[in-house]
């Protein structure tokens, strides 16, 4: 009940703080091509309830439709603008509304399409029965997503052998260790990730101590070796196929 108070009141005061910003990016989206400003996609929510995300559009019109779902850096169907607003996270602001009608939160994990969460291990499954988010753990230790898959042939295989099994395991840590104030945590941690990766990893991995991390989490959190194929957490083998 605190938790989604706070995220109540914190996405009402930032819808009307950042409201320039919406008015504004909505406007330059919509001048590219002419089309809806919005890119509103089906998620998988709290209790495995689809929901609509909203997000400012980073791509061509109808991108979706390509069936691919992990998005590399060098994507092609990235716009000019889309590189931007991506960068800066500026296409999550419309997430707020999602908050406001309860259906995120701040803090959480991060929403999946269906064909992901189809994937999912009996333990992953914990990762639907709290509300996604805007960010948490992962989303600060994977903000890279895009340049870990740059350049594969089978970006949506290589994000279920090399990124899901940890984000998926910081998911997990997460809704076992979740408070308010954890939550404030990240979401400082998050501002700070725009402005120095390396500093907001230094903060995460401060927080996975102090909570008593598995070992391998934290050192995969601290982002210093090259990721390779891993298992997902609840399984013994490593994704092959994403059938």
Do not use: C
């Amino acid at each position: 009940m605190i938790k989604r108070l706070f995220d109540f009141i914190l996405a009402l005061v930032l819808i009307v703080i950042f409201s320039p910003v919406l008015i504004l990016f909505s406007f330059l989206i919509w001048m590219q091509d002419w089309h809806s400003p919005f890119y509103v996609a089906p998620r998988v929510g709290r209790k495995e309830k689809i929901f609509k995300m909203i997000k400012f559009r980073s791509m061509v019109v109808n991108a979706d439709k390509s069936g691919v779902d992990s998005t590399s850096a060098n994507d092609s169907r990235i716009t000019l603008l889309g590189n931007f607003i991506r960068k800066y996270k500026i296409d999550e602001l419309p997430n707020f509304f999602n908050i406001i009608m309860g259906e995120m939160s701040f803090v959480g994990p991060r929403p999946n399409v269906k064909r992901e969460t189809d994937l999912y291990t009996n333990v992953e499954k914990q990762l639907l029965t709290v509300r996604p988010g805007i960010t948490d753990f992962a989303s600060i230790v994977f903000s890279d997503e895009g340049d870990i898959l740059e350049g594969s042939k089978d970006p949506d295989l290589d994000y279920n052998q090399l990124i899901r099994p940890w984000k998926s395991r910081l998911g997990l840590f997460y809704v076992k260790n979740s408070s308010v104030w954890v939550d404030i945590k990240l979401m400082f941690l998050t501002a700070v990730a725009i402005i120095s990766k390396q500093k907001a990893l230094d903060g995460i991995n401060k927080i996975l101590l102090e909570l008593s991390a598995d070992e391998k989490v934290i050192e995969v959190a601290k982002r210093e070796k090259k990721l390779l194929p891993y298992p997902p957490p609840g399984s013994d083998a490593i994704v092959s196929s994403r059938t």
